[in-house]
T-cell receptor
């Protein structure tokens, strides 16, 4: 069965710290991977996506993610987080519909 | 507002009552999805439509749940004989025809509380 696993449930960082959120997927077909973000009180919105080509994809607000096929991973990174990055982050794989991981709550302390 | 809209934003009901939620997708989008999200979890797929056809329904979905999209535009999700375990945020999303660059646009959701 298709699934997405996010290793970190709750991450607390200080501003300017580097961020890496883990995501592993299980799916045998062509892989289309996504990271969505949900800021407090707002709806889910797309952060970045991978379909093919360069395994390092860049998204909005300085986020990037690297697709490593051999590890079935699609980790999200940001070199220096800001307080405004406080949000919930969801990794997802597209299998005809989006299958989401359980999410990681990121809290950035000013 | 040209995004996905959901109504109502909040619904409180008593156990055993029926509830219906509405979703209006982005006008040119022909795919419409329903998800359910509980606290601390990611959105869980419920069902999706391409135009008016319901293409897939989660096996986890009870027979008490039914969704329609009669004219291929707005959709309704009905829960019959609600249970406390149905309390969750119900999310609707829409997208253009299942292309490889699939991007879902989400609504703000309907928060259901079953007392």
């Amino acid at each position: 069965a298709q699934s997405v696993s996010q290793h970190n449930h709750h991450v607390i960082l200080s501003e300017a710290a580097s961020l890496e959120l883990g995501c592993n997927y299980s799916y045998g077909g062509t892989v289309n991977l996504f990271w969505y973000v949900q800021y407090p009180g707002q709806h889910l919105q797309l952060l970045l996506k991978y379909f093919s080509g360069d395994p390092l994809v860049k998204g909005i607000k300085g986020f990037e993610a690297e697709f490593i096929k051999s590890k079935f991973s699609f980790n999200l990174r940001k070199p220096s987080v800001q307080w405004s990055d406080t949000a919930e982050y969801f990794c997802a794989v597209y299998t005809g519909k989006l299958i989401f991981g359980q999410g990681t709550t990121l809290q950035v302390k000013p | 507002d040209t995004g996905v809209s959901q109504d109502p934003r909040h619904k409180i009901t008593k156990r055993g009552q029926n509830v219906t939620f509405r979703c209006d997708p982005i006008s040119e989008h022909n795919r419409l999805y329903w998800y359910r999200q509980t606290l601390g979890q990611g959105p869980e797929f419920l069902t999706y439509f391409q135009n008016e056809a319901q293409l897939e329904k989660s096996r986890l979905l009870s027979d008490r749940f039914s969704a329609e999209r009669p004219k291929g535009s707005f959709s309704t999700l009905e829960i019959q004989r609600t249970e406390q375990g149905d309390s969750a945020m119900y999310l609707c999303a829409s997208s253009l025809d299942g292309q490889l660059n699939e991007k879902l646009f989400f609504g703000s959701g309907t928060q259901l509380s079953v007392l």
